[in-house]
């Protein structure tokens, strides 16, 4: 296991932490009614949900033979065959033969410029057709799997024989049905094709992107965890103590916001890449280095990027500090540190996840531009940055190779729109200034 | 309200100074000067003499924090972090690694970066506002409810992907714009272009969001039920009412971009060719050239604080609340 | 005599509908021209959306019921077109609202914002709107319109600013005028001055006033006649003033019921002091706040501190609990070091929102008693059922009790320290006369049991006469009289006293 899989392997686990402990309450409940309101942020979730099943997936690496310096994870031994034949150069997608013209040597001897087979194309090719049926028939077969599942896991943990399922869950799992039966189709058809097409070097562009669902999860959510415990304390104390301890980190975070942010990662990059060479006893194969480095990565755009959180937290604490819980609770003579855990930090939760849920997808796309200044993820790892970096070249090519940019764009806009549109629903579910607005109006208005 | 300037304008000091003695660190943890001096003659097997040349000819043979050789106070003079700062505080930026006079390099790039910065800033906000005032107006429609999905969605998608689609349909296949590269002087126009209306296109998603909320929020407000019960006209509520309060939250929004005037848009400038202020810091930090590295830091910080301070002034003077206490505490 | 306002069978829905009942049900009003209806209720009585409904001003998501009609003037004002609608809104109906300072454009001038309420209904001369304002502005008492035009909304002073609203209501001669509770932000002095004003353009221009409010005191003064509602439904109509000795509803009954006298309570006997405190002074900047109060606390007896907004009588209290620092003079006790709890005015404001009842208490058990948790929690029950709550309410949170039960479980925190002295920050201004009455006799039980001394800050005669066994007046931070309730309530020497108790009858 790398590094980073612990990672987000431990942050897959607090998540579900959270929302179980959430789904006990009355108020956690209420603040799921509002989220799966509208169709879309159900979509976006079951997406999401997706996408974080897949990362972890990709984040259980099973120790190889070091012959060939191979780590696979699950999800690369889970990939059909097919998809792992490299072709020698560029093919479209669904093509059969390859893209570019060679010369070659034809039955009688003289020379050709054709259009070569490609490798992963036999006498017999099963149409689209078939190919998709049997990927429905997988689909709903796997859906039926995964929805007896959970309905009997539900019976179990409620002893309840009579289920009611509300819209919401429902149409959940409509759009897992759909998804499902989606990836089944794609998974016959790749047995046999490549689906997106393949590069330069031949890698089947399909396993190429999937492969950075991870990557750019890691870094979305990696990162903001980093900066959380920075930005919390020195938010929390900033508010609360004022005096010099307030000018103090104010003075910090004015400080760290003036240097431009992609000079700050630049350097941490830099310095990275130095003590990398320096110890290369630290990590034994190519990935684990390569994962060291996306590891650090994700420290350093947290360190330089907790200003805005700290901010948002000084700001929410001056609030809370002159309600009067705060002065009862000083008045009970209780200690500091506990006001400040149990009083103050409870009632700015809610900027904290909210401002996960938007640098998320921040993230997701920082990554691609730092790939083309040069100081993001390491160049065999694989990364949408990566991919629209080199694709950029292939768009001056004559014919134009497209395939690669818009698998790229595509899963990457798909991860980011969910992320977008679950971080407004819980936005809209967690901020209590919208909703004590709507109960002031309703309390003004009776 | 002098006095609050003047504290104001004090307290800038020791951020100049911490900002610089970071970036100081931080560089010099990278490479020291031994390393600088390596990579910049460049060849495989430089004698110690050589590097102590150079290192004489750009000033880095001084001791970095502190020089044991001076006594009492000169021991943190005589150092070459305040030598540096010195000359940066006279804006003399000296010369980079490679022999180039930075300031006049500046000078120079400092215009084709204006050029692309400011029309986008300026057009971008035009339309962003435009745009959310009108979903606002239709707030509750099918109309808001449209606008406000496609808003996201434009939100969703990479920079990158609007400069690449951008430039392969309008400027390879409709050549309706050249692809990239710069001309001096008044035919610049035509170059800047294609990298304005694309970088008011990416802004659009998350622009128009961030203006419709913060209408949104003004409509909630007292006086828009007073200004309703007085029997006006939505439009003239938005236009006269709404618009001139909600400019004041919008100008901390702004004053985030100010930034960008200077350092330009990386990205655009590089994809773009345009020489500017932003590729010339790119190329720097690619080649590890400190000396351009800290001047353009230490210009970026300045750009950042003079828009702390607009922003501060410009709150005086939109909200007649703070212009009559005297300044914001 | 044709009425000038005719409500028919109104309802008003919410949706989407948390409690799946109209927030105001079949109401019938009429209001004659030049008559002044006074609209009563507490909280949740829906008197507020009813006005609004008159003005098409309800909150998104209220929707007027079908069969609903609203009439004025002859006009129905419901399912007109927007331009239509709005032509009579600012001219022959306005609107004042309660809290002046949020209803003015705060970057604008007045003068701009009244201009505005004229010229959207009339084109005339600009000369001619200016004229017209100056002339409504001398009509309600701001006597140099030329500088106050000129000034913004937060420069004025709030009954300056809510005569202002009101001279921009008055601008076009409006037949109907909606007043949503207009007095209630405003001290006791100032209310009275706004009601006169009120009252006197009633009479002069033969305006119909519809005051929306929850205090009886205003409906005595100012109405013609009432109307009580409850959960949304017209529960009685009356006429001023048979209507105090002759409502028959029930609910009715009990509002007046509730009402607080002026009659002092009967003196307990003397005890021991248990805090004395001497020439306390607070400064801000250059502002002194408070000046050289000296006063005794004694075991079982309660000293009310009444004064307006700003006179210095929270800061009192502040010093007093210790969350404000003493700038001049000092306290003194005779015995051991008092142990000091305070009860806040906002009931909103006092509870952890995040923390469940139960923990809220056995967090202060804890921490004085070092208690094991399980037997925290029972005793936080035992408490809960001493201040009159269900045990079972340990599993709730804030969110899900109203105003008075916040205060109860707010006095139940409070009472697990076991203090001498409690603090009463207006414990009771913020909640409903009903529940008011059975609050303070709460406290006055608990006092008796537990032997507290009761320091009572509030600016409400009526609680003072219920709960106090000395009074300090305080204005402008200073104590302008001093004396034992009963004396003070029969005999105020100072004119300021005088007109706090004009007010409250």
């Known amino acids: ?446 | 309200m002098i006095r609050y300037w003047i504290r104001k304008l004090l307290s800038i000091i020791p951020i100049i100074i911490g900002v610089n003695l970071i970036t100081f660190v931080l560089f010099f943890m990278v490479n020291t000067p031994n390393d600088m001096a390596r990579h910049q003659l460049g060849e495989k097997h430089v004698t110690q003499e050589a590097i102590d040349v150079w290192k004489h000819e750009h000033g880095y043979d001084l001791p970095l924090l502190r020089n044991p050789k001076e006594t009492g106070f000169k021991q943190y003079t005589n150092t070459l972090f305040v030598k540096q700062n010195l000359s940066l505080l006279r804006f003399d930026f000296g010369q980079s690694d490679q022999g180039r006079s930075i300031g006049q390099a500046i000078a120079t790039r400092m215009w084709p970066s204006l050029a692309l910065a400011i029309p986008s800033l300026l057009i971008g906000l035009a339309v962003n506002i435009t745009l959310a005032l009108c979903l606002t107006l239709f707030h509750h429609s099918w109309f808001d409810r449209f606008g406000t999905t496609i808003c996201v969605s434009l939100m969703s998608i990479s920079s990158l992907f609007y400069i690449i689609f951008g430039q392969y349909v309008f400027a390879k296949l409709l050549k309706w714009a050249p692809l990239s590269g710069y001309e001096s002087g008044w035919q610049a126009w035509r170059f800047l272009l294609l990298p304005i209306a694309i970088a008011v296109l990416s802004g659009i998603g998350s622009g128009v969001r961030w203006y419709r909320s913060l209408f949104l929020e003004e409509i909630s407000k007292d006086y828009v039920r007073t200004a309703r019960a007085k029997g006006i006209s939505d439009w003239r509520i938005l236009s006269r009412h709404v618009l001139p309060n909600a400019f004041i939250p919008i100008l901390t929004g702004i004053v985030v971009l100010i930034p960008m005037l200077f350092m330009g848009s990386l990205i655009m400038e590089s994809f773009f060719g345009i020489p500017g202020l932003g590729s010339y810091t790119i190329d720097a930090i690619a080649q590890q050239d400190f000396a351009i590295v800290r001047s353009m830091v230490y210009l970026g910080t300045l750009t950042y604080i003079v828009g702390l301070l607009l922003t501060d002034f410009s709150y005086a003077l939109a909200d007649p609340r703070v212009r009559l206490a005297g300044g914001k505490d | 005599m044709t009425s000038l306002l005719n409500i028919a069978n109104l309802s008003i829905r919410f949706n989407p509908d948390v409690n799946q009942t109209d927030a105001v049900c079949d109401l019938d009003l009429t209001v004659a021209p030049g008559e002044c209806v006074a609209l009563v209720g507490e909280s949740g009585s829906g008197k507020t959306l009813t006005g609004l409904s008159i003005m098409q001003l309800l909150p998104p998501g209220a929707h007027v019921g079908t069969h609903s009609n609203l009439m004025l003037n002859d006009i129905p004002l419901l399912n007109l077109k927007q331009k239509t609608m709005r032509s009579h809104l600012g001219k022959e109906v306005a609107m004042i609202f309660q809290d002046a300072l949020s209803a003015f454009n705060p970057i604008q001038t007045l003068k701009k914002q009244l201009l505005e309420m004229r010229r959207a209904h009339y084109r005339e001369s600009k000369h001619k709107s200016l004229r017209i304002i100056k002339e409504r502005c001398l009509e309600v008492g701001l006597n140099n319109p030329d500088d106050i035009l000129t000034k913004y909304p937060h420069e004025l002073s709030g009954g300056m600013r809510q005569r202002a609203m009101i001279a921009m209501a008055l601008v076009n001669d409006p037949l109907l005028l909606i007043a949503d509770e207009p007095t209630t932000a405003l001290d006791t002095l100032l209310q009275q001055q706004i009601i006169d004003l009120l009252k006197q353009c009633q009479e002069q221009r033969r305006c119909a006033i519809l005051f929306i409010t929850h205090d009886f005191h205003v409906v005595k003064r100012m109405a013609n006649r009432v109307a009580v509602m409850q959960h949304g439904k017209l529960v009685e109509t009356g006429n001023i003033p048979a209507f105090f000795h002759t409502a028959s509803h029930p609910y009715s009954k009990h509002l007046l019921s509730s009402l607080l006298t002026l009659s002092p309570k009967e003196s307990t006997d003397a005890s021991d002091c248990v805090l004395s405190a001497h020439q306390l002074s607070k400064r801000f900047g250059n502002h002194l706040a408070c000046d050289s109060i000296s006063f005794n606390l004694y075991r079982s007896k309660t000293l009310a501190l009444i004064g307006e907004s700003g006179s210095g009588k929270t800061s009192v209290a502040r010093m007093v609990a210790g969350l404000s620092t003493i700038d001049d003079g000092n306290m003194c006790w005779p015995n051991t070091t008092p142990s000091i709890q305070m009860i806040f005015q906002d009931p909103y404001g006092s509870l952890n929102p995040r923390m469940t009842i139960g923990h809220i208490l056995a967090e202060t058990l804890r921490q004085h008693q070092d208690l094991k948790r399980s037997l925290a929690f029972e005793q936080a029950k035992q408490h809960l059922l001493e201040v009159g709550l269900p045990s079972d309410f340990v599993w709730r949170y804030p969110h899900e009790l109203s105003g008075g039960q916040r205060q109860r479980v707010a006095i139940a925190r409070a009472l697990t320290t076991r203090p001498d002295i409690l603090i009463l920050d207006e414990p009771t201004s913020a909640l409903d006369v009903t529940i008011q009455k059975h609050l303070l006799h709460l406290l006055k039980d608990l006092q008796k049991q537990y032997h507290m001394a009761y320091l009572l800050i509030t600016h409400d005669m009526g609680v003072v006469a219920d709960m106090a066994d000395d009074v300090m007046v305080i204005r402008h931070g200073q104590c302008v009289e001093s004396n034992t309730a009963k004396l003070l309530l029969t005999q105020p020497t100072h004119a300021y006293t005088q007109s706090l108790l004009n007010h409250a009858i």
């Open chain 1, 1 to 446: 296991m790398l590094v980073s899989d612990y990672f987000i392997w431990g942050f897959a686990l607090l998540v579900a932490a959270i929302i179980w402990r959430q789904t006990r309450t009355e108020i956690g409940k209420n603040r799921w009614v509002i989220i799966s309101q509208k169709k879309s942020s159900i979509i976006a979730m079951v997406l999401l949900v997706f996408f974080m099943g897949i990362t972890l997936l990709d984040s259980i690496h099973i120790h190889a033979d070091s012959i060939n310096q191979d780590f696979p994870s699950l999800l690369d031994l889970a990939f059909p065959k097919a998809a792992q034949i490299t072709e020698t150069s560029y093919s479209a997608p669904l093509a059969t033969h390859s893209y570019q013209a060679e010369v070659m040597l034809t039955k009688d001897g003289s020379f050709q410029s054709s259009f070569p087979a490609l490798k992963i194309t036999h006498t017999q090719m099963p149409s689209l057709l078939i190919l998709s049926l049997k990927g429905i028939a997988w689909g709903l077969l796997s859906f039926a799997l995964l929805f007896c599942v959970s309905l009997l896991s539900r019976c179990a943990i409620t002893r309840q024989w009579h289920l009611s399922y509300s819209d919401a869950w429902r149409f959940s799992a409509l759009v897992t049905g759909i998804l499902l039966i989606i990836g089944a189709i794609i998974y016959q058809i790749a047995k046999h094709y490549h689906v997106l097409g393949t590069d330069q070097v031949g890698q089947d562009i399909l396993v190429q992107t999937i492969k950075s669902i991870r990557t750019g999860v890691i870094i979305g959510t990696l990162s903001t965890l980093s900066m959380l415990p920075l930005a919390v304390v020195f938010g929390l104390l900033a508010g609360y103590c004022r005096g010099w301890v307030d000018d103090v980190i104010q003075y910090l975070y004015t400080t760290l916001s003036a240097i431009p942010g992609v000079l700050l990662i630049s350097a941490g990059i830099l310095v990275m890449q130095s003590q990398l060479q320096h110890h290369p006893d630290w990590f034994h194969t190519l990935a684990e280095r390569a994962d060291i480095r996306l590891v650090g990565l994700c420290l350093i755009l947290g360190l330089s990027s907790w200003a805005n959180l700290c901010r948002l937290i000084r700001a929410e604490t001056l609030k809370i500090k002159s309600l009067d819980y705060i002065a009862a609770a000083q008045l009970l003579k209780l200690p500091f540190w506990r006001i400040l855990a149990r009083h103050v930090l409870p009632n700015c939760l809610h900027l904290v996840l909210i401002t996960i849920a938007l640098d998320f997808s921040g993230l997701v796309l920082a990554e691609a531009v730092l790939s083309y200044v040069g100081v993001g993820v390491d160049p065999t790892t694989a990364s949408w940055g990566n991919m629209i970096n080199t694709a950029r070249l292939e768009m001056a090519r004559e014919p134009i190779v497209w395939w690669p940019l818009l698998a790229a764009m595509i899963v990457m806009f798909l991860l980011v729109l969910s992320a977008n549109i679950f971080s407004d629903a819980l936005r809209d579910a967690l901020d209590p200034r919208m909703r004590s607005s709507n109960l002031a109006n309703k309390e003004k208005a009776s």
